[in-house]
């Protein structure tokens, strides 16, 4: 039997800043053989721990590349995320996963794609943007739309750099407040959709973010004509185990962590949420 | 030569039984405590199982599932590297006269701890433990679990079931674990005839009829709250009643909500699980300070959705429920399981 509390010990690789408050850490296993067992989808997450401070979910950032690293960004929110921010290169701390479901791939082949992330919801999607760009023939349009508070909170900006600069994909940045070297969108995310050329019969929407921004950006996507089967999300709860027992993370019968974190649109509304 | 599916002790007897039962392991059993209530408790002699007791104020859940388990302990030897040691504890336990509501609710706990993945905290001290099943006599003043489909006699679940008769104790065998309790100290059983195993049958049908009260009105009450028709006034007003105390999360023997801590000891250290309440404010709040279940109201729903409703039901093979009646003494605001459902049935407070 396995034991599905114990972490493996993993240390940390690289630290890049993100923002004022979010980094990524690139981390590896201690075991190398770990690594190879390691097969993840993107959409899939893990259970980080420092030891002394305590376990907190985090998606899985990166691709599954050449490497034998994955990436975790972090933004410092409370004990967990802080100690994290607290560590050094070379640090171990403990990893538990993959977990979870993970996003649709081969289902949505041949399909346009739409990505929409706010702040710091594009994380999740980050690892299947690259995975898509690297099988590009298999989908069809692809349009990748990120929004944040402020330019300050732009995650990724390699990434965005180099998403800018493909002509296989349209890519677009807007964030809620400019400032004075901002020459961008001004506005929430949703305000892109009018410059972007979208086909809702033909596209499979991937919407990652805040509640709030999830809750305005479904709304448009709705009555863009998307049907609630092609609309993704991923949802976040309180977590405990990750793996279906402690029942932190229910809605209705859903566990999080186990029958998600990954949902379509038609799943989530049938899902009794007390709350 | 067949081995017998039922044996007889004379109750003179059990004391010596008990007492080769504590040589082979810890025996956990009811016992008086403080104030004169009766408790599952630990006894080192065997004149301290309460052989007479009613019910017992827990359930065996803190033996399987404890309130604070140890699950894992960290070291650091050197300056970087960190050694992992999960914990499991191997402990053999046998657990003597247990009622059957609760050894439902251990059979309950099996379900939700073997579920993939499976919990091998949970299965390590349940493979290590056997059960043994005191039938109910007489109803207690809070018990149904007539409606809950958890006793006064099991069908099966068990490793042994014993059940009073005038002088004897007919003892029922499960499983070949069942067995192996009785194989030290055989000679002081003898094989049961038939005529005492139909004896056993006529007792069971006399308690049930006693057990008749309709105390809990589940047929209504599953019905409602899987199509989600409770009214939230409804919920509004229990919530209202609710001091979010958890009591009647730590005294059932179903729930089994837990949240995990870290304790630094220097360098070195230990993880832990504690039960944890799913009524609990803070039990859903997220860092950012969002929190899905804000309201007390949803709370109560939420407890009572994991317990009452078919999804459930359907993947743990029962609602989660045993007709304990713990929580009728646990529960200051009246929420308890039959006024609840009673309520639920009623549409009304
Ligand atoms: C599936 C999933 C993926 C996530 N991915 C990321 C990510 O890529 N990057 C990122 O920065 N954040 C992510 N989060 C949120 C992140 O897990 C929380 O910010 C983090 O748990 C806060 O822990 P803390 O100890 O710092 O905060 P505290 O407030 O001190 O929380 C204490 C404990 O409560 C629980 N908890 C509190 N808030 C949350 C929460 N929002 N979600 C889950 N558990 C919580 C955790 O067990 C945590 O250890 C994700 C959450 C989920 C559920
Ligand atoms: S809900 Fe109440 S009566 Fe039912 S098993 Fe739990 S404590 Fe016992
Ligand atoms: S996080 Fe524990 S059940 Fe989902």
């Known amino acids: ?114 990505f929409v992330g706010g702040g710091i919801g594009l994380p999740p999607l980050r690892p ?5 760009l690297s099988n590009r023939g298999d989908f069809g349009k692809m349009t990748v739309l990120y929004g944040a508070r402020t330019p300050g909170d732009l995650v990724y900006k390699d990434d965005l750099e180099r998403w800018r600069g493909r002509d296989d994909v349209d890519f677009m940045v807007t964030v809620d407040v400019g400032d004075e070297t ?63 027992k402690c029942n932190h993370c229910l809605i209705g019968d859903k ?21 | 030569m067949s081995q017998p599916a039922a044996y007889v ?142 006793g006064p006699f099991l069908e099966s679940g068990y490793d042994l079931q014993l059940t009073k008769l005038s002088d004897d104790y007919l003892v029922e065998v499960g499983t070949e674990k069942g067995r192996s309790l009785i194989a030290p100290a055989e000679h002081l059983f003898a094989g049961a005839p038939d005529e005492l195993i139909r004896a056993r049958r006529d007792i069971e049908k006399d308690v049930d009829d006693r057990f008749e009260e309709h105390k809990a009105y589940f047929a209504a009450a599953l019905r409602k709250v899987t199509f989600d028709r409770v009214p939230d006034e409804l919920w509004d007003g229990m919530a209202d009643r609710c001091l979010e105390c958890g009591g009647c999360s730590f005294v059932c023997p179903t729930c089994t909500c837990f949240l995990v801590a870290d304790w630094p000891e220097g360098e070195n250290g230990h993880r832990e699980r504690l039960w944890d309440s799913c009524l609990y404010s803070c039990y859903t709040l997220e860092a950012s300070g969002h929190n899905p279940r804000a309201q007390r109201r949803d709370r109560v729903k939420a407890r009572f959705f994991h317990k009452l409703s078919y999804q459930f039901a359907k993947e743990l093979e029962a609602h989660g429920c045993v007709g304990c009646g713990r929580c009728i003494t646990a529960c200051l605001g009246s929420n308890d399981m039959p006024t609840v459902t009673a309520r639920i049935r009623r549409g009304a407070i």
């Open chain 1, 1 to 114: 039997m396995q034991n599905a509390y114990l972490p493996d010990l993993a240390e940390i690789a690289s630290i890049r800043d993100e923002t004022y408050d979010t980094r990524t850490f690139g981390l590896r296993f201690v075991d190398p053989a770990r690594w190879e067992a390691f097969q993840y989808r993107p959409g899939q997450f893990v259970e980080v721990s420092v030891f002394g401070v305590g376990e907190a979910p985090f998606c899985l950032a990166s691709p599954r590349d050449g490497t034998d690293t994955f990436e975790v960004t972090v933004r410092s929110a409370g004990s967990v995320t802080d100690a994290l921010h607290g560590l050094k290169v070379g640090d171990q701390l403990g990893v538990r996963g993959p977990l979870g479901n993970g996003f649709p791939f081969d289902e949505v082949k041949g399909r346009d794609i739409l």
């Open chain 1, 128 to 132: 299947l943007i690259w995975d898509m």
């Open chain 1, 182 to 244: 901002w020459t961008g969108n001004v506005g929430v995310v949703g305000t892109l959709f009018p410059k972007a050329e979208i086909s809702p019969e033909t596209t499979a929407a991937f919407v990652c973010g805040p509640p709030i921004m999830i809750r305005f950006v479904v709304r448009d996507l709705l009555s863009m004509g998307f049907a609630e089967e092609d609309i993704y999300t991923t949802l976040e709860r309180h977590m405990r185990c990750g793996v279906g």
């Open chain 1, 255 to 275: 566990y999080v962590c186990k029958d998600g974190p990954v949902f379509s649109y038609r799943q989530m509304k049938t899902m009794m949420d007390p709350g």
């Open chain 2, 9 to 150: 002790i004379t109750r003179s007897r059990l004391a010596e039984w008990v007492g080769q039962l504590l040589k082979q392991a810890q025996v956990i059993a009811p016992r008086t405590v403080h104030g004169g209530d009766t408790a599952y408790d630990v006894v080192e002699d065997p004149s301290q199982v309460a052989w007479d007791y009613s019910s017992s104020i827990n359930p065996l859940k803190r033996f399987l599932f404890p309130q604070t388990e140890e699950l894992l302990r960290w070291r650091r030897p050197g300056s970087n590297g960190l050694q992992l040691e999960p914990t499991y504890d191997e402990t053999d336990r046998i657990f003597l006269a247990v009622r059957p509501c609760d050894v439902s609710g251990v059979l309950f706990l099996d379900r939700v701890f073997s579920r993939e993945p499976e919990d091998i905290y949970y299965m390590t001290r349940r493979q290590h433990s056997a059960l043994v099943s005191l039938t109910c006599g007489e109803p207690g003043e809070d018990c149904f679990c007539v409606c809950a489909d958890a």
